[in-house]
Antibody, heavy 123, light 107 residues
Framework: QVQLRESGPGLVKPSQTLSLTCTVSGDSISSGNYYWHWVRQHPGKGLEWIGHIYYSGSTYYSPSLKSRVIISVDTSKKQFSLRLTSVTAADTAVYYCARAPNFQPPHWYFDLWGRGTLVTVSS | DIPMTQSPSSLSALVGDRVTITCRASQNIGYFLNWYRQKPGKAPELLIY???NLQSGVPSRFSGSASGTDFTLTISNLQPEDFAIYYC?????????FGPGTVVDVK
């Protein structure tokens, strides 16, 4: 059974960098069958797409976050990671990693999600 | 950016009811519209992809349809686990966007 699991600090200070990792279990991240995404959800609010990465390392980011986001992949560890720089309280959210089938790119839909991890930005 | 709207923003229903939620795109997005259910404290789950395709393992009481820029999610015979928030998501462009959500709660 394929699973995604987010990990990383739950508390980040303002102006610092938020770093999260998503570990894929039960499947290969480098099969080429999927793109790997990050999505966040502000407390009590809707969903916001952050960006994606392919196993080859190619990325695409939300224009609204592009200047602060880096997504990377480590296929040997079956992990992909999110770095968000210069965080503020507005970045407090539950961060999800998600999988999108490489069926008809770039028309992504998320068929598998991690449980999510709450990151709070506060001093 | 393609803003998405959903209506209603919330609705109250009973187990066994038929429920319809609408999502509207601000421009043509073809059939690239997906639906998710999010139970409290959980991650979203894919229900329907590309407007009308039922995701594997999802009960057949869920169905989706499209008419122009309007998309509909129908839940027939509402079950207790269906009291949740429903989101639509367009994937017409690389910049993916979600609707604001529709809360389905108990009448």
């Amino acid at each position: 059974q394929v699973q995604l699991r987010e990990s990383g600090p739950g508390l980040v200070k303002p102006s610092q960098t938020l770093s999260l990792t998503c570990t894929v279990s039960g499947d290969s991240i480098s099969s080429g069958n999927y793109y790997w995404h990050w999505v966040r959800q502000h407390p009590g609010k809707g969903l916001e797409w952050i960006g994606h990465i392919y196993y080859s390392g190619s990325t695409y980011y939300s224009p609204s976050l592009k200047s602060r986001v880096i997504i990377s992949v480590d296929t040997s560890k079956k992990q992909f990671s999110l770095r968000l720089t210069s965080v503020t309280a507005a970045d407090t959210a539950v961060y999800y990693c998600a999988r999108a089938p490489n069926f008809q790119p770039p028309h992504w839909y998320f068929d598998l999600w991690g449980r999510g991890t709450l990151v709070t930005v506060s001093s | 950016d393609i803003p998405m709207t959903q209506s209603p923003s919330s609705l109250s229903a009973l187990v066994g009811d038929r429920v319809t939620i609408t999502c509207r795109a601000s421009q043509n997005i073809g059939y690239f519209l997906n639906w998710y259910r999010q139970k409290p404290g959980k991650a979203p789950e894919l229900l329907i992809y590309f407007a009308s395709n039922l995701q594997s393992g999802v009960p057949s009481r869920f169905s989706g349809s499209a008419s122009g820029t309007d998309f509909t999610l129908t839940i027939s015979n509402l079950q207790p686990e269906d009291f949740a928030i429903y989101y639509c998501q367009q994937s017409y462009t690389n910049h993916l966007t979600f609707g604001p959500g529709t809360v389905v709660d108990v009448k």
